[in-house]
């Protein structure tokens, strides 16, 4: 199981514009065990996983996101990010680390456990 890490942070989406756009993720460093990626799946809809993956549990195998998908770079299980992180292909059989996404006003998301 990955490590719970305690967390919180906050992303200007003015800033971040591609998370207003359903479909795409960003990674962000630094937060939760190997960092953190929030995922677009419909406008004011997100999803938040860590992105260590679940087979490879360390932090140098991340999970490296591209719009709805994630491939670990060291198994190359690949997870679905939509509805829950789980993996589609690979030896990973545990969904990716959900976290809790919420908006704070129409241009700040909070993102934490």
Same mark, same amino acid.
């Given at each position: 199981?990955?490590?719970?890490?305690?967390?919180?942070?906050?992303? #200007?989406?003015?800033?971040?514009? =591609?998370?207003?756009?359903?479909?795409?993720?960003?990674?962000?460093? /630094?937060? $939760? !065990?190997?960092?953190?990626?929030?995922?677009?799946?419909?406008?004011?809809?997100?999803?938040?996983?860590?992105?260590?993956?679940?087979?490879?549990?360390?932090?140098?195998?991340?999970?490296? #996101?591209?719009?709805?998908?994630? =491939?670990?770079?060291?198994?190359?299980?690949?997870?679905?990010?939509? /509805?829950? $992180? !789980?993996?589609?292909?690979?030896?990973?059989?545990?969904?990716?680390?959900?976290?809790?996404?919420?908006?704070?006003?129409?241009?700040?998301?909070?993102?934490?456990?």
């Amino acid at each position: 199981q990955v490590p719970s890490v305690p967390f919180s942070f906050t992303i #200007n989406l003015t800033i971040a514009n =591609e998370l207003t756009i359903p479909g795409n993720s960003l990674f962000f460093p /630094g937060a $939760g !065990y190997g960092g953190v990626i929030v995922y677009c799946e419909l406008p004011d809809s997100y999803y938040a996983f860590d992105a260590t993956c679940t087979y490879e549990i360390n932090q140098t195998c991340k999970v490296v #996101n591209s719009g709805v998908l994630g =491939e670990c770079k060291c198994c190359k299980s690949q997870y679905i990010l939509l /509805g829950g $992180g !789980y993996p589609a292909k690979g030896p990973a059989a545990a969904p990716l680390r959900q976290y809790s996404v919420s908006k704070v006003n129409n241009v700040t998301l909070r993102v934490y456990n």
